[in-house]
């Protein structure tokens, strides 16, 4: 048997728990691996709470990704063996919060060794999705960035990725956050009250926002770039499109892209926060606060 945190109903916290199954068997286009670590996202709650649709059956595991060892491997997935250190996405209706799971093969690349596990269970989601968020418009080197939500999983490395191409970027998160957003060497603004004219203090102007906030602390912002369509929102495309801008677009290949980035030490995915498989609700919990410091990860014991 094999454990596997789940909800077991669309609502609240108290609907998920860590139940017994046998090890999954990977059908076409799967790989089933030993999990050593799963990366905790916002989607993880969302699903829950019912906010991304009804369709999955229940109980559903959660977890959207995860990086282990292939221990089987399903029909059409070449280049891919047991024995291999991997992360990905997790299968349609899997669960990166499990002792073993299934990925999906078009969305799983090979784990470089310089990258640990706990690292690299941050790839599938936050890393690419920060990738795509600095690529869907791009600046150049200089041009300032606007990064709403910046102490968070996808905002820390979006940062980074920031620095790496030399733009000017300026952090948005609470005042608890300034080291760390410092740290990235993004130019710390506080959140709230008052945050437009922080950012018109240090910024004649703003070539690029890219939210991971969403909602009035959008609004807030969304003034200071002149041309609207150069919002991007990973959190509330609908706020992004009211304001003339767009829904971040996700792309296939961000993931090998920030591997090999992250592989060669430019950027550091802040897997700050480690939680036991036990514990998997405490890091959804975590997660959840909506003001997590990087990046939550579970990690199944021993
Ligand atoms: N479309 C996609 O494919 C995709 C993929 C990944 C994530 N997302 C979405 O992108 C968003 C961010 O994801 P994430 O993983 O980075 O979440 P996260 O780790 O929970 O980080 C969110 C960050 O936003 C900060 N924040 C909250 N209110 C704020 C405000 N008013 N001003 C500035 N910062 C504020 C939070 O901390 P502080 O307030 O303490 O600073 C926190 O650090 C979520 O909505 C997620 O669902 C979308």
Known sequence: MS?????TDYGGPETQQLIDRPIPEPGPGELAI???????????????EG???????????MGREAAGVV?????????FAVGDEVLGLVAPGQGGLAEHTLL????????????????AATIPVAAATAYDATHQIELEPGQ???????????????????RVHEFTVLGVADVA??????????AFIGSGSGVADRVREVASSVDLIVDLVGGDALRAVADLVADPGRIISAADPDAAVELGGRGLARTTEAMGKITEVIQHGLVDPHADTQYDLNDAGQAIAAVETGHAGGKVVVVPEG
């Open 34 to 48: 030993e999990v050593r670590a799963a990366g905790v996202n916002p989607a993880d709650w969302k699903m829950r």
């Open 177 to 186: 956050k300034r080291e760390l957003v410092e740290s990235t060497g993004a």
């Open 144 to 162: 300032t960035l606007l990064l709403l939500g910046a102490g968070g999983g996808v905002g820390l490395m979006a940062a980074q990725i920031g």
């Open 104 to 119: 999906s093969a078009s969305t799983t690349v090979a784990k470089p060794e310089e990258i640990s596990f706990i690292d």
């Open 3 to 7: 454990k596997v945190y789940v909800f």
């Open 71 to 79: 221990i089987a491997v399903g029909g059409g997935t070449e280049g």
């Open 51 to 61: 906010r991304l649709g009804r369709a999955w059956s229940l109980p559903a595991p």
